[in-house]
């Protein structure tokens, strides 16, 4: 299957600072990503939907000036989180999908923790 | 908007018997996916199988198999000669056909394999 690789897979940062976190398809163009957010033994979140070279979707409640989601190519769809704090610690997750109605592939994740 | 709704919260097996995990969701569209992905302890999401709605047919891999109910709107998942790699949690998930191509997740069923 297609590959979607995550980085980095764990960060630890102050608290006022920015985070940016990869999600690149290795081998498959991603019209689609998406970013997740998972609180332990919880289910997935949606955060936000990218389409390549267009602006993201954000999903009710989550705040796009604190969750920045780019997506300037085919294979790299960026978050950044901006002035991280505590409560933003959590397990993200991106997904990339080729097209429509076709599968999607989900990265390694990447634990972030605000300290 | 769609909802998944998984009833179990934990699940446990014998090595070698079979397990059900439940699995209902709610829509008023006629064209959808449905999914159960896994996701063990490393937290790769893992896609189990997958059933288009349009399909009468219940969709089987290897020892997966569902139970695809569309009036009820019920999709179970059947792990047949259950072995101890099958633990984690496991999310049932929907996708429309059409529009936005997310995926709503229910809230998990952590499944344990005793030996």
């Known amino acids: 299957g297609a590959v979607v690789s995550q980085h980095p897979s764990r960060v630890i940062c102050k608290s006022g600072t920015s985070v940016k976190i990869e999600c690149r398809s290795l081998d498959f163009q991603a019209t689609t990503m998406f970013w997740y957010r998972q609180f332990p033994k919880q289910s997935l979140m949606l955060m936000a939907t990218?389409?390549?070279?267009?602006?993201?979707?954000?999903e009710q409640g989550v705040e796009k000036d604190k969750f920045l989601i780019n997506h300037a190519s085919l294979t790299l769809s960026t978050l950044t989180v901006t002035s991280a704090h505590p409560e933003d610690s959590s397990f993200y997750i991106c997904?990339?999908?080729?097209?429509?109605?076709?599968?999607?592939?989900f990265g390694q994740g990447t634990r972030l923790t605000v300290v | 908007a769609q909802t998944v709704t998984q009833s179990q919260p934990e699940m446990s097996v014998q090595e070698a018997e079979t397990v059900t995990l439940s699995c209902t969701y709610d829509t008023s569209e006629s064209d959808y996916y449905l999914f159960w992905y896994k996701q063990p302890p490393s937290r790769q999401m893992i896609l189990v199988i997958r059933q288009e709605a349009y399909k009468q047919q219940n969709a089987t891999e290897n020892r997966f198999s569902v139970n695809f109910q569309k009036a009820a709107k019920s999709f179970s998942l059947k792990i047949s000669d259950s072995q101890l790699g099958d633990a984690a949690m496991y999310f049932c998930a929907y996708r429309s056909a059409q529009g936005a191509q997310k995926l709503v997740f229910g809230q998990g069923t952590r499944l344990t394999i005793n030996p």
């Open positions: 990218s389409n390549e070279g267009s602006k993201a979707t954000y």
């Open positions: 997904s990339a999908m080729t097209g429509a109605n076709t599968e999607a592939f």
